[in-house]
Nanobody, 117 residues
Framework: QVQLVESGGELVQAGGSLRLSCAAS????????MGWFRQAPGKERVFVAD????????YYADSVKGRFTISRDNAKNTVYLQMNSLKPEDTAVYYCAASLGSEYRYWGQGTQVTVSS
């Protein structure tokens, strides 16, 4: 089992940048693929990006490709989401999640990102 705690969300102007962090508890962090998801007000939670256990492969939603970068530091049990060129439509609660296989079983509590125009 792993517990996840996100941080780094805040209010930022359009065009700005933020880096979200997700700290994981436990000694098996490197066993999990990690993902970032987001949920805008009144909408369903959607995939943003994910990264394989070793960090060797990353995947992005089309809406963030070229602007967001996911990375991880297995020595620090942390996954990051660097967000550049932020847009008002990026406003959402951002969640990190951990997966051992086909589904994301463990979720953090989320961190609010608000992008003003």
């Amino acid at each position: 089992q792993v517990q996840l705690v996100e941080s780094g969300g805040e209010l930022v102007q359009a065009g700005g940048s933020l880096r979200l962090s997700c700290a994981a508890s436990g000694r098996t962090f490197s066993s999990y693929a990690m993902g970032w998801f987001r949920q805008a007000p009144g909408k369903e939670r959607v995939f943003v990006a994910d990264i394989t256990k070793s960090g060797g492969n990353t995947y992005y939603a089309d809406s963030v490709k070229g602007r967001f970068t996911i990375s991880r530091d297995n020595a620090k049990n942390t996954v990051y989401l660097q967000m550049n060129s932020l847009k008002p439509e990026d406003t959402a609660v951002y969640y990190c999640a951990a997966s051992l296989g086909s589904e994301y079983r463990y979720w953090g509590q989320g961190t609010q990102v608000t992008v003003s125009s």
